[in-house]
């Protein structure tokens, strides 16, 4: 397949020339951050939702995607008169470092006129993500957010916000996350990851210079990520055991073909993927997601990254999420009640598994509308306001 459309947009970005300093100790010379923005900043700048995305997720929170011209990823959540309000709420969503829609990653030059990255993008991590969106945040004029939203990587990301800009966040709320990758979380990533390392095209990460891509490595990758998105329940009763054509099952054993519906599904999840994301960026962030351990510098106490926090927290969880199940949400929940902080911890009853926080959840809007609308009484938004 020839090379990623996504290098081909131009994307409304903030460039920092005085770079960014990561956690492994190396300095990105220039930073470049991707974003959009949703509603109107109030006069006193005291409105601000920053949206942080999920690993595959992008700035285009609340519009039609430039490259696949999809409808936002985020559509029941963020809008007009929705939960983020944006005739309330100035939304904030930038695409994350190591991306691949316009933020430094990868895919970008690490010098004018040199080849891309690739593999040699340094290591990062999700508090290397907050940092570069911390100088978006600065950059736009605000000194306090009032709230942070996201899921899963998203939900890490509001917790980082959270640990390591603590005054500058009003309102915190994670979604269907954990305060660390679990072993089982790490071992699927891995997966994915050998599989693009196992395709002829991706020449060692610089398959730049060739114009093609690791697409059978990134589409495995991808379909294997997206069972775990998924539940048991979804996929039984989407696609149960029904058959791909009309091919009986002698036939289609004989012609080796797409057997069943769910198998077919996953191709196409895996083709399109391959269109708009890219190999070196998806091996980028997942190991970002991997290193991610809030507890660890607190000899595994995840309160003590909370001390003395007066952000108010809602942490939510999805029933059938077996990607970072309700356990994790509450071990979150847990640790901030220890910190003595303000927290709400809501288990939403769902079926869908982890990507519920994504599709039609009529109680996630509503906990989200409720909690926000109570932050905003809190924190002494006029109605113009907020």
């Given at each position: ?234 996929l039984s009763r989407k696609f149960g055991r029904k058959m791909q054509g009309r091919a009986a099952p002698a036939q289609a ?134």
């Amino acid at each position: 397949m020839d090379q990623n459309d996504s290098s081909r947009i131009s994307h409304q970005s903030a460039v920092f020339a005085d770079g960014l300093a990561l956690d492994c100790g190396q300095i990105l010379p220039s930073l470049t951050v991707a974003y959009r923005t949703y509603g109107q900043l109030n006069a006193a700048k005291s409105n601000a939702v920053l949206i942080c995305h999920a690993l595959t997720g992008d700035q285009y929170v609340g519009e039609t995607h430039p490259l696949t011209g999809r409808g936002p990823w985020w559509d029941m959540v963020v809008g007009p008169g929705k939960p983020v309000d944006t005739e309330k709420y100035f939304v904030i969503c930038a695409n994350v470092l190591g991306g691949c829609m316009g933020t430094t990653g990868p895919m970008d030059a690490r010098a004018p006129g040199a080849a891309p990255w690739g593999t040699d993008f340094p290591p990062i991590t999700i508090r290397d993500m907050v940092r570069a969106q911390k100088k978006l945040i600065d950059h736009l004029g605000i000194a306090r957010l009032f709230a942070v939203v996201g899921g899963s990587m998203g939900g890490m990301q509001v917790l980082e916000w959270a640990a390591t800009f603590p005054q500058m966040v009003f309102a915190a709320v994670p979604i269907a996350t954990a305060a660390y990758h679990s072993a089982q979380n790490i071992a699927f990533n891995e997966v994915g990851r050998q599989a693009i390392f196992a395709d002829p095209d991706f020449n060692a990460g610089q398959y730049y210079a060739t114009g093609r891509v690791p697409s059978g490595g990134l589409g495995v990758a991808r379909m294997v990520a997206h069972i775990t998105y998924l539940s048991e329940e979804a996929l039984s009763r989407k696609f149960g055991r029904k058959m791909q054509g009309r091919a009986a099952p002698a036939q289609a054993l004989a012609l080796f073909g797409d057997m069943f519906q769910v198998e077919s599904y996953l191709q196409h999840q895996g083709s399109t993927f391959v269109r708009r994301f890219d190999a070196n960026s998806y091996l980028t962030i997942t190991r970002a997601m991997d290193y991610y351990d809030l507890a660890a510098e607190h000899n595994g106490d995840i309160s003590r990254a909370f001390a003395g926090t007066r952000t108010r927290f809602c942490v939510i969880s999805f029933s059938s999420d077996w990607l970072f199940p309700t356990r994790e949400s509450r071990a979150i929940a847990r640790a901030l009640n220890k910190a003595a902080a303000n927290v709400s911890f809501v288990e939403i009853e769902s079926d869908k598994g982890h990507d519920a926080f994504l599709l039609d959840e009529p109680d996630l809007r509503r906990v989200l509308a409720g909690f926000l609308g109570g932050c905003a009484q809190h924190a002494g938004l006029e109605p113009s306001d907020a």
